[in-house]
C-alpha cells in the first residue's frame, strides 16, 4: 500500500497535467455532492430542531416517530429528483456540469427549468481545486486545503441561503487543521492553539461590543468558528489581513447587491462567504499580500 502511494505521487510530480487532471475530475464530483450538502443539511438541521422542540413540548411522540420513519432525509436518502415532476435523477442524467449542458438545462422527463446554479457550484469547486492544487502539487498539505476549499463552498453557500455556518461543518474542519499541526503538517501545534483562540475571540469581541453599543447582534457565531479554523491553520498572524480583506470585500460586495437589489443598507448580509473568500486567498497570496504592502508602507 504504501509503495503504490508513492508511485501515485512519484506520478503526479513527473506530470503535472496530469495531477490537475485528476484533482478536475475529482473535484467535479465533490462539487456536485456539495449541491446535495448545500440543500439538504439545512433541511436536516431544521428537522432535527423540530424534533427537539416537539421532545420539549411533549407531543405525541409515537405519531411523529411513525412519521419521521416513513419521511427519512439525509445525505443520502431520498435519492434526488426533479422538484417539480419528482421523477428520479438517473446516474447519467448527475454527471456534473456535462449532463446540466447535454440536457440544457432542463429536466429530462418534464422540461422544467434546472438552475445555472448547480453546474456553477461545480465549476467554482474545480477551479478553486485546481488552483489549490497548482500551488502546492501533491503534497499533504495540499490535500488538507482541498478539503478545506470543499467545506468552505458549502458554508458560502448555505450562509448565502440560510444566514448560517453549521457547526456539523465548522467544527469537524477546526478539529481537522489542529490535528494537522499536531502530525506537523501545517504550524505547530502551539501557534494552532494560539491562532484558534485568537481567531474565534476576535469577532467574538467585536460581537459583544456591538452588541453592548446597539442591541443588536452584528454577526453570527458561526463567524467566530470560522475565523477560529483560519487562525488554526495560518496563526494568529494572518488573521489581520483576513479580517482587512473580508471586510473590504464583504463592504464592496454587500453594499453593491443591496443596491442592486434595492434594499435598506440595514438589511442583514452573511459575512461567512467574505471570511471564506478572504481566508482561502490568504491560504495562496498570503505572504505576497504582506510582503507588498510592507514594501508600500516601509517605502
Given at each position: 500500500m504504501d509503495n503504490l502511494f508513492q508511485n501515485i505521487v512519484l506520478t503526479f510530480n513527473q506530470n503535472h497535467l496530469f495531477f490537475l487532471f485528476t484533482v478536475t475530475l475529482i473535484s467535479l464530483s465533490i462539487g456536485s455532492f456539495l449541491n446535495v450538502v448545500i440543500y439538504r443539511l439545512p433541511v436536516m438541521m431544521q428537522n432535527e430542531w423540530q424534533h427537539e422542540c416537539k421532545l420539549l413540548l411533549a407531543d405525541d411522540l409515537k405519531q411523529e416517530s411513525k412519521s419521521q420513519e416513513q419521511t427519512v432525509f439525509n445525505l443520502a436518502t431520498p435519492a434526488s429528483t426533479c422538484p417539480k415532476c419528482k421523477s428520479k435523477i438517473r446516474a447519467w442524467q448527475n454527471i456534473p456540469v456535462i449532463s446540466w449542458l447535454f440536457l440544457k438545462g432542463r429536466c429530462a422527463n418534464c422540461k422544467n427549468s434546472i438552475s445555472i446554479r448547480y453546474p456553477s457550484i461545480e465549476l467554482l469547486t474545480a477551479i478553486a481545486s485546481i488552483t489549490i492544487a497548482h500551488f502546492f502539487g501533491p503534497t499533504a498539505i495540499c490535500f488538507i486545503y482541498l478539503l478545506l476549499t470543499w467545506a468552505l463552498v458549502a458554508l458560502i453557500f448555505i450562509d448565502i441561503d440560510h444566514m448560517l455556518l453549521p457547526?456539523?461543518?465548522?467544527?469537524?474542519?477546526?478539529?481537522?487543521?489542529?490535528?494537522?499541526?499536531?502530525f506537523g503538517t501545517t504550524i505547530t501545534p502551539t501557534e494552532a492553539i494560539i491562532g484558534a483562540a485568537a481567531g474565534y475571540l476576535c469577532f467574538w469581541s467585536v460581537y459583544w461590543v456591538f452588541k453592548l453599543v446597539t442591541g443588536k447582534e452584528g454577526m453570527g457565531y458561526g463567524d467566530f468558528k470560522l475565523m477560529a479554523v483560519f487562525g488554526a491553520l495560518l496563526g494568529w498572524q494572518a488573521l489581520p489581513m483576513i479580517i482587512l480583506l473580508s471586510s473590504l470585500v464583504g463592504a464592496i460586495i454587500g453594499i453593491t447587491l443591496l443596491s442592486l437589489q434595492g434594499k435598506d443598507k440595514a438589511t442583514p448580509i452573511p459575512f461567512g462567504p467574505y471570511i471564506a473568500i478572504a481566508g482561502w486567498i490568504a491560504i495562496i497570496w498570503g505572504e505576497q499580500i504582506s510582503a507588498s504592502y510592507f514594501n508600500l508602507v516601509l517605502g
Open positions: 457547526d456539523q461543518i465548522t467544527l469537524p474542519l477546526l478539529w481537522f487543521v489542529l490535528l494537522a499541526a499536531v
